[in-house]
């Protein structure tokens, strides 16, 4: 059975399954669209061509006639796990007669999260799905059943964010607005809090937001006058302190349910836009409730094509499990050759490239198929020593992004231990750990933590050498890793782009596929 799903609204996505295998997922705004894009030809086309027959299913998440969850339901709409939230009839697609299955947003992070997830096939678990609009925990039971359990907070993604933008003086006043963004740096800036006890003040304004319902849409930045933190600015240290203290307001909520109510000894899964946060996601996994944590490394809404195809999968066969691999999106396009009066080009050699990056080089790095979901996991990376400030000071410049952002290391599983403690082995880069070496100073944040990701030759053949290699030379598997991307777009993914980007963002080097191309020393 072929399934071809689609995402509608931002961080759209289109994705085929084929008898339980991933083909692939391509998300819109990879190959350099605007980040969180919607479906485009360009996107379509590329699916298309990857495809030899006509799919048997047609899956199309729900979703809203507009922006925001409150507006009217495109297919079967953004909410709901029981009656209504799947939808199946006959159909036409391309001449040919086909399925055209539809469930709710709500269920594509579900099933997002249970497809790919390590479990057994008929391991009952707890769901926890936190994002924008929705706050909930789920029983997922022996057959892939969905219980809603319980309600426990609206809009948390979209509250987390709400505070940034209260804070952040370039924000406008406006209703209705938000920057998707935003968590991410919130997440950042978190790590510069002092700690302190909360105040009468900063109390009254988390228990405040926190009992709003839509936020976005019900309150303006006008309306929040009578607190001084409005337009304190994002990198003032009371909104540090008060970030943390908000993050940690959040989390409590859902940790004090699960500790009351998820008793079981189920293992737990994650997902939606805030299992993008390594902070919580840390807490979950070293909490002690749950056997085993997971969270798929396409959290956010460019796993919910996905989501809805295994989800499509689950009702016509009965089963979630999808044999998958997170390099699942679209080859690098080699579309202009690099000029051999400006660049030199040689074959790849691994013990090159690491003594080159050893020198203090920074490079961009693509090789292979594109990364699922948002964070660059050593395909579409550029890459860097890890071993100076200066280095987090340069990367933040070519990626046109604030000084606190911290960068992310990239390490070889086997030697994850020595240099980080905590949440590892983390193959997707989804939870903070504290560095154990001073060392390593380009990719420890200014709280100790580190965003790591671990890799394995089976993983990743390419960037374990590389890893290998570079502890050959100077001792540490460990070299900084960030996404390969204009800033405010998805991924780079064709040669034109990447030199376009290097020479205006001032990379040293390039890896691309098996070639190893750094600029010609030019003659006096």
Known sequence: MLILSFKEGH??????????????????????????????????????????????????????????????????????????????????????????????????????????????????????????????????????????????????????????????????VNKGLLRLQDAGRQMALTGFARHTATTPEEQELIDFLLAQEQIILSLGKDEMSWTRFRN?????????????????????????YAEEHLTDGLPLLISGGCGLNCEWNRRWRECGLFPQVFVPPCPNDSGSSLGTAIDAQLHYTGS????????????????????????????????????????????????????????????????????????TTRLNKIKQRESYRPIAPICLEEDASKWFEGAIPDPYMLYFSSVRSDALKAVTHVDGTARTQTVTKHQNAGMATLLTAFRDVTGFSVLCNTSLNYSGRGFINRTSDLVKYGEQHGLDGYVVEDTFVIPRTPQL
């Open 320 to 391: 979630a499990a999808v044999d998958w691999d997170v390099y699942a999106g679209d080859d690098f396009v080699q579309d202009v050759e690099f000029d051999p009066s400006r660049y030199e080009t040689r074959r790849l050699d691994y013990a090159e490239v690491a003594r080159f990056l050893a020198d203090g080089n920074i490079i961009g790095w693509a090789r292979g198929r594109w990364e699922m979901g948002p964070r660059a996991l050593g395909n579409r990376s550029v890459i860097a020593a890890p071993f100076t400030e200066e280095t």
């Open 232 to 256: 304190i600015g994002v990198e003032s240290q009371e909104y540090k302190d008060l970030a943390a203290k908000f993050s940690d307001a959040i989390f409590d909520r859902f940790y004090a």
């Open 11 to 172: 961080d759209s996505a289109v994705t085929a399954i084929e008898d339980g295998r991933l083909l692939f997922s391509l998300e819109a705004e990879k190959d350099s669209f605007p980040r969180y894009d919607t479906l485009t030809a360009e996107v379509l086309q590329a699916a298309a061509e990857r495809l030899d027959r006509l799919p048997d299913v047609i899956a199309i998440g729900g979703w809203v006639k507009g922006t925001h969850s409150v507006e009217p339901p495109s297919q079967t709409g953004y909410f709901g796990v029981g009656a209504g939230s799947i939808t199946d009839r006959t159909g036409r697609f391309f001449g040919r007669d086909v399925r055209v299955f539809s469930s709710t947003h709500e269920r594509s992070h579900i099933m997002s999260a249970l497809g790919l997830s390590p479990f057994p096939t008929g391991q009952a678990c707890y769901c926890l799905i936190w994002e924008g609009n929705i706050g909930s925990f789920y029983h997922i039971d022996e057959s892939g059943g969905v219980t809603h359990l319980k309600h426990v907070m609206a809009d948390p993604g979209n509250k987390y964010a709400y505070l940034f933008a209260l804070a952040d003086r370039n924000f406008p």
